[in-house]
């Protein structure tokens, strides 16, 4: 249940049972780029940010976080000021370039990626962020999530790790990419999560994660490793073929070898509530990772 009282404000369009692909993301192209105001929203990222906003009040739902969520990350950028942020999930771009610009802010130099599975969905997300004037900050990596996390852990990209990982993909996988990150020691302890969509439609098995204890997670490792779990962590994917240890079936979910995490990890976790941009209400998790347990 909501403590935010009553939605205000005009909200998207309604969801409806298809809501994505089926030519909407090229119609917002279409719709901005013949826009009244578009010389406007040349590298002016508050601008590009209104017209896709227009679009999802007036056409056509888009799942994008919206103003009411993607305030409570951008306050978080301006505390945590991170050097590398990772988006899992970017959709039309909508997150990449209020948090991008965000970022910019913060004068941190930090760079963001922004990974999208869907090759058309990264087309429409680096075209807006170009138009928004924010493509020295912000990269778009196709592909699966845990494959391009593995690329870019190998190419050394996240050498110095992830300080801020926002999470808005398929949400069973919110919980194997965290793992595979906490197995590649890129989310340390310094790092920050913030979880979408943990209320609409929620995410249980990730709310569990987060917010169990180090002895929890042990626990539920060693037995999911049928007692073998003592030597983690870390697999690292130095010596794996094409940076790739861990394999992934056709839904980008690992099938090999067994992805158990760092347990050792400690996070504090918050729950922040705020408003799906349909006038729906939600949260995100907020959750920092500030230590390891090694006894
Ligand atoms: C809710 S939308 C992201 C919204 C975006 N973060 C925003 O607020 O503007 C989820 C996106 O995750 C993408 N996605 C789904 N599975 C993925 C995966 N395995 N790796 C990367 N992206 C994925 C979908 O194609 C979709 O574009």
């Known amino acids: ?175 194997q990419d965290l793992k595979l990150c906490e197995e590649l020691g890129i989310v340390r302890p310094g790092s920050v999560l913030a979880a979408d969509n943990v209320v609409k439609p929620g995410n249980p098995p990730y709310l569990k994660y987060v917010r169990s204890s180090v002895q929890e997670k042990r626990d539920e490792a060693r037995t999911a490793s049928g007692g073998d779990a003592q030597s983690l962590p870390h697999r690292t994917s130095s010596t794996a073929t094409n940076g790739q240890l861990f394999k992934l079936n056709d839904k980008g979910e690992v099938t090999e070898p067994k992805l158990f995490g760092n347990p050792n990890l400690v996070y504090e976790s918050e729950f922040v509530e705020g408003w799906e941009p349909s006038g729906v209400p939600d949260a995100v998790e907020i959750t920092r990772c500030t230590g390891v347990e090694t006894s």
């Open 1 to 175: 249940m909501s403590t935010l009282g009553t939605f205000t404000g005009q909200a998207y369009q309604n969801q409806e049972e298809t809501y994505f692909d089926d030519g909407r993301e090229i119609a917002l192209l279409h719709f901005i780029y013949n826009h009244p105001n578009l010389s406007e929203m040349r590298n002016n990222p508050d601008k590009v940010i209104a017209a896709i906003d227009e679009y999802g009040k007036e056409k056509k739902y888009l799942m994008n976080i919206g103003e009411f969520k993607s305030g409570i990350v951008t306050k978080l950028i301006a505390q945590v000021k991170p050097r590398v942020m990772v988006e899992l999930g970017g959709y039309v771009g909508y997150s990449a370039i209020v948090f991008g610009a965000a970022l910019r802010a913060a004068n941190s130099g930090g760079r963001y990626y922004s990974l999208e599975y869907n090759p058309e969905f990264g087309a429409v997300i680096a075209s807006l962020v170009d138009l928004a004037g924010l493509h020295d900050v912000v990269k778009v990596e196709i592909g699966a999530s845990s494959s391009s996390l593995q690329r870019l852990y190998a190419d050394g990209t996240f050498q110095d790790g992830i300080d801020l990982l926002f999470l808005d993909h398929v949400k069973p996988l919110y919980v």
